[in-house]
Nanobody
């Protein structure tokens, strides 16, 4: 099993920045990818960004490209999401997720991920 704990959420004004962290513990050697999803009220949980553990590949949803950056520290088993130029539509609960394999559905699908954190609230005021 892998446990994920997010931190760093909060309230920020439009145009501002926040940095989320996700620390993994347990059987971390099984992790293939770690990433972030978000869920706004009344909406489906959507993919935001992910990073593959053993190479430099990263993936983003189009709406955050150029504004958000995902990074990782393998020694600390921690993934970060730096969010800049934030918009009110970024308001959501952000969830960290970890996948043990790519799977046939692809790395942007929530079904690919085996472990989830409890989420951290991010609110962007206009």
């Amino acid at each position: 099993q892998v446990q994920l704990v997010e931190s760093g959420g909060g309230l920020v004004q439009a145009g501002g920045s926040l940095r989320l962290s996700c620390a993994a513990s347990g059987r971390t050697f099984t992790i293939y990818a770690m990433g972030w999803f978000r869920q706004a009220p009344g909406k489906e949980r959507e993919f935001v960004a992910t990073t593959i553990r053993n190479n430099d590949l990263t993936y983003y949803v189009d709406s955050v490209k150029g504004r958000f950056t995902i990074s990782r520290d393998n020694a600390l088993n921690t993934v970060y999401l730096q969010m800049n130029s934030m918009k009110p539509e970024d308001t959501a609960v952000y969830y960290c997720a970890a996948a043990e394999r790519l799977g046939r559905l692809g790395i942007r699908r929530r079904e690919t991920y085996d472990y989830w954190g409890r989420g951290t609230q991010v609110t962007v005021s206009s």
